[in-house]
């Protein structure tokens, strides 16, 4: 036996030749419930047992007639005693078909040693090794790799490439071969390839249990001006500026810091163009809700001015929370072209609540409060009153009658001759008695006629000049001088007219 040799059992030789047939059709039913074919492919998982170990491999059953190898140096502790036995159970990852032979690895992430060969072996199969990182040198890293120098590139280090040694220096960090040239003396490695398989694996599983509407706690990994974005997990997701708070005036730097862990709601999830959007405004109550109990209309508030546009001043009442005064509300009485001739940003005011528009998210203030309205006494029809012009439309002439309230005589209700030009015969400020013809007091409109108030003034003269010609046909004792007298009456109305 040579010294490279390690003694088999022969019991466990008879019992795996006696077992072969047991094996094959185990494996090959193994197989088919997998939906594995034998050809392996490389850095496929499998999982087999020890059937012997002679000189420096360990060879172990694939089903059927078919062995692989593993080099036994794997399986060496450091007191180079192997710590693997005929009969055991190991999991190992394909490399590949080498001079006929399935040559295998147990090596896994984190745990089995590496040499050169084991280098090859991952670069073959696909999978990762570990490297401490030693310096920084033109270019990348310098990794040792159980003791094998290998390069990194900056752009390989991490998700977005680091040219700052200092934080990777000293520390041990999986990677993938890229490249293996000359016999090892060209590797390669990417610890970003690492990290990109990593992600996409909790991707897929966020896919899985995130839901828009949901509430999660996260830290915050970066400010910027247009929002800030969190840790979903493995990936980030932003909350943009517009959603971080109910004061449209705070910046995200003012509300949020790096590290800090806050409660955001999902928005939105696009998967397909990597965009999660989140809310922390989401998850706290509006404060519009109850704008309108605490601000009622007509009462008085105080606010600092926060900025000025053309047409009025904006007033901050509560974080969030902005009030507006119309220019034609700043000015007290006095005409104005612009706010900022009465105020200023930053300037504290105090005003009066005009309107709560909850829904539109809108408060209306003024610098004076609204004036009471007056009661309007509406007069009765029928009755003559006194009114003065107030302005002359083709359709009538507006009467002023008392303080806040107009009447309207129609054309046909003036009693003037077809097209008077009303404007040069009773313009505004003129008197006029007029006659109260309708009463609309739901509207508060009232409809005159100055033609009526002529029409009754002809009666009672023409009633008055009935009964002095009577009395005066009486006491001289005849009727005819009667008619006579109308006659003249009437001739001196029409004079007058």
């Given at each position: 036996?040579?010294?490279?040799?390690?003694?088999?059992?022969?019991a466990?030789?008879?019992?795996?030749?006696?077992?072969?047939?047991?094996?094959?059709?185990?494996?090959?039913?193994?197989?088919?419930?997998?939906?594995?074919?034998?050809?392996l492919?490389?850095?496929?998982?499998?999982?087999?047992?020890?059937?012997?170990?002679?000189?420096?491999?360990?060879?172990?059953?694939?089903?059927?007639?078919?062995?692989?190898?593993?080099?036994?140096?794997?399986?060496?502790?450091?007191?180079?005693?192997?710590s693997?036995?005929?009969?055991?159970?190991?999991?190992?990852?394909?490399?590949?078909?080498?001079d006929?032979?399935?040559?295998?690895?147990t090596?896994?992430?984190?745990?089995?040693?590496?040499?050169?060969?084991?280098?090859?072996?991952?670069?073959?199969?696909?999978?990762?090794?570990?490297?401490?990182?030693?310096?920084?040198?033109?270019?990348?890293?310098?990794?040792?790799?159980?003791?094998?120098?290998?390069?990194?590139?900056?752009?390989?280090?991490?998700?977005?490439?680091?040219r700052?040694?200092?934080?990777?220096?000293?520390?041990?960090?999986?990677?993938?071969?890229?490249?293996y040239?000359?016999?090892?003396k060209?590797?390669?490695?990417?610890?970003?390839?690492?990290?990109?398989?990593?992600?996409?694996?909790?991707?897929?599983?966020?896919?899985?249990?995130?839901?828009?509407?949901?509430?999660?706690?996260?830290?915050?990994?970066?400010i910027?001006?247009?929002?800030?974005?969190?840790?979903?997990?493995?990936?980030?997701?932003?909350?943009?500026?517009?959603?971080?708070?109910?004061?449209?005036?705070?910046r995200?730097?003012?509300?949020?810091?790096?590290?800090?862990?806050?409660?955001?709601?999902i928005?939105?999830?696009?998967?397909?163009?990597?965009?999660?959007?989140?809310s922390?405004?989401a998850?706290?109550?509006?404060?519009?809700?109850?704008?309108?109990?605490?601000?009622?209309?007509?009462?008085?508030v105080?606010?600092?001015?926060?900025?000025?546009?053309?047409?009025?001043?904006?007033?901050?009442?509560?974080?969030?929370?902005e009030?507006?005064?119309?220019?034609?509300?700043?000015?007290?009485?006095?005409?104005?072209?612009?706010?900022?001739?009465?105020v200023?940003a930053?300037?504290?005011?105090?005003?009066?609540?005009?309107?709560?528009?909850?829904?539109?998210?809108k408060?209306?203030?003024?610098i004076?409060?609204?004036?009471?309205?007056?009661?309007?006494?509406?007069?009765?029809?029928?009755?003559v009153?006194s009114?003065?012009?107030?302005?002359?439309?083709?359709?009538?002439?507006f009467?002023?009658?008392?303080?806040g309230?107009?009447?309207?005589?129609?054309?046909?209700?003036?009693?003037?001759?077809?097209?008077?030009d009303?404007?040069?015969?009773?313009?505004?400020?003129?008197?006029?008695?007029?006659?109260?013809?309708?009463?609309?007091?739901?509207?508060?409109?009232?409809?005159?006629?100055?033609?009526?108030?002529?029409d009754?003034?002809?009666?009672?003269?023409?009633?008055?000049?009935?009964?002095?010609?009577?009395?005066t046909?009486?006491?001289?004792?005849?009727?005819?001088?009667?008619?006579?007298?109308?006659?003249?009456?009437?001739?001196?109305?029409?004079?007058?007219?």
């Amino acid at each position: 036996m040579s010294e490279n040799e390690i003694e088999t059992n022969p019991a466990v030789d008879e019992d795996r030749s006696g077992d072969a047939a047991g094996q094959e059709e185990s494996f090959a039913s193994l197989l088919e419930k997998s939906g594995r074919s034998e050809r392996l492919a490389p850095g496929q998982k499998v999982k087999a047992k020890v059937v012997s170990i002679s000189g420096d491999l360990v060879y172990i059953d694939l089903g059927g007639k078919s062995e692989g190898t593993v080099n036994l140096n794997e399986f060496v502790n450091g007191d180079g005693i192997p710590s693997v036995k005929v009969g055991d159970e190991i999991e190992a990852f394909f490399v590949n078909v080498q001079d006929g032979v399935r040559r295998l690895t147990t090596m896994v992430r984190g745990y089995s040693p590496v040499s050169l060969t084991a280098i090859r072996d991952a670069f073959d199969a696909g999978l990762p090794v570990n490297g401490e990182v030693k310096r920084e040198v033109k270019g990348g890293f310098e990794v040792s790799v159980g003791g094998v120098r290998c390069f990194c590139p900056f752009s390989q280090i991490d998700l977005k490439g680091g040219r700052e040694g200092g934080i990777y220096l000293g520390r041990t960090f999986p990677f993938k071969v890229l490249e293996y040239e000359e016999n090892g003396k060209n590797v390669i490695l990417s610890r970003r390839a690492i990290l990109e398989e990593e992600k996409q694996a909790r991707v897929a599983q966020l896919r899985e249990t995130l839901q828009a509407g949901m509430d999660l706690n996260v830290p915050v990994t970066s400010i910027q001006k247009f929002g800030a974005f969190v840790d979903l997990g493995g990936i980030d997701g932003l909350i943009p500026a517009s959603e971080i708070s109910w004061d449209r005036s705070a910046r995200p730097g003012d509300v949020l810091a790096p590290g800090q862990t806050i409660t955001a709601r999902i928005l939105s999830l696009d998967w397909e163009s990597n965009r999660l959007t989140l809310s922390i405004k989401a998850t706290q109550p509006d404060p519009w809700a109850a704008m309108a109990e605490k601000y009622p209309v007509d009462s008085r508030v105080s606010g600092t001015i926060t900025r000025l546009a053309a047409f009025g001043a904006f007033v901050m009442l509560d974080p969030g929370i902005e009030g507006l005064i119309h220019i034609s509300n700043l000015g007290a009485g006095r005409r104005i072209n612009h706010p900022k001739e009465v105020v200023e940003a930053g300037q504290l005011v105090e005003a009066y609540v005009l309107a709560v528009d909850v829904a539109g998210r809108k408060i209306s203030l003024s610098i004076q409060p609204r004036p009471k309205p007056q009661k309007i006494v509406l007069p009765e029809s029928g009755i003559v009153i006194s009114g003065v012009v107030e302005k002359v439309m083709p359709y009538g002439v507006f009467l002023k009658i008392s303080e806040g309230l107009t009447g309207l005589i129609p054309n046909a209700e003036m009693g003037t001759p077809a097209g008077t030009d009303h404007r040069k015969m009773f313009p505004a400020g003129t008197e006029i008695q007029v006659m109260v013809t309708d009463v609309d007091a739901t509207s508060n409109k009232v409809r005159l006629s100055r033609k009526a108030v002529l029409d009754k003034e002809t009666q009672s003269e023409y009633h008055e000049y009935v009964e002095s010609a009577r009395q005066t046909d009486t006491a001289s004792g005849g009727l005819g001088s009667l008619g006579d007298i109308l006659r003249a009456k009437l001739e001196e109305k029409k004079t007058a007219e």
